[in-house]
């Protein structure tokens, strides 16, 4: 963890994470800054499974 922020990596890529953020264009990174009512967060899946 870098300044206790996590960090998920995805499995797809850069076209495909753009699509999965509603976007027509490829994503290299993503930051999270306020999740509000989605839950992205809870969707990603637990370390170590």
Do not use: W
Not at 19 to 24: V, W
């Amino acid at each position: 963890m870098l300044a206790q922020t996590g960090v998920h990596h995805y499995s797809g890529n850069n076209i495909e994470l753009g699509t999965a953020c509603g976007k027509y264009f490829r994503v290299c990174s993503l930051s999270i800054t306020d999740p509000g009512d989605s839950d992205i967060i809870k969707s990603m899946p637990k370390e170590g499974q």
